[in-house]
Nanobody, 126 residues
Framework: QLVESGGGLVEEGGSLRLSCAASGFTFDDIAIGWFRQAPGTEREGVSCISTHNGNTYYADSVKGRFTVSSDVAKNTAYLQMNNLKPEDAGFYFC?????????????????????WGQGTQVTVSS
């Protein structure tokens, strides 16, 4: 099970920290990441991490502004989002994969039958 939290309304240039609490599986050797979906658009990989070595992947649109991290002891992944822009708005979902690395997870095609949380909404006002 994956449960996201931390979304909300923020002004342009502001920050938010999203959390994804995982349960039911081992967290220390997986890829876990964040995906974003705005109305009328496809779900896209934003940032992912391989928990066993800390390797990360970022979409070009968020490089330098977002930071993904994981806490194996807490079975939780985080997405620190700074300098938010209106185009960052949408629902943010986390997902995991036991076999892919972080980059592969973020770049995989969307499959509704993969492990997904319920999402948390981010709204950025300009």
């Amino acid at each position: 099970q994956l449960v996201e939290s931390g979304g909300g309304l923020v002004e342009e240039g502001g920050s938010l920290r999203l959390s994804c609490a995982a349960s039911g599986f081992t967290f220390d050797d997986i890829a876990i990441g964040w995906f974003r979906q705005a109305p009328g658009t496809e779900r896209e990989g934003v940032s992912c991490i391989s928990t066993h070595n800390g390797n990360t992947y970022y979409a070009d649109s968020v490089k330098g502004r977002f930071t993904v991290s994981s806490d194996v002891a807490k079975n939780t992944a985080y997405l620190q989002m700074n300098n938010l822009k209106p185009e960052d708005a949408g629902f943010y979902f986390c997902s995991v994969d036991m076999y892919l690395d972080g980059q592969e997870l973020c770049q995989r095609a969307f499959d509704p039958y993969d492990h997904w949380g319920q999402g948390t909404q981010v709204t950025v006002s300009s």
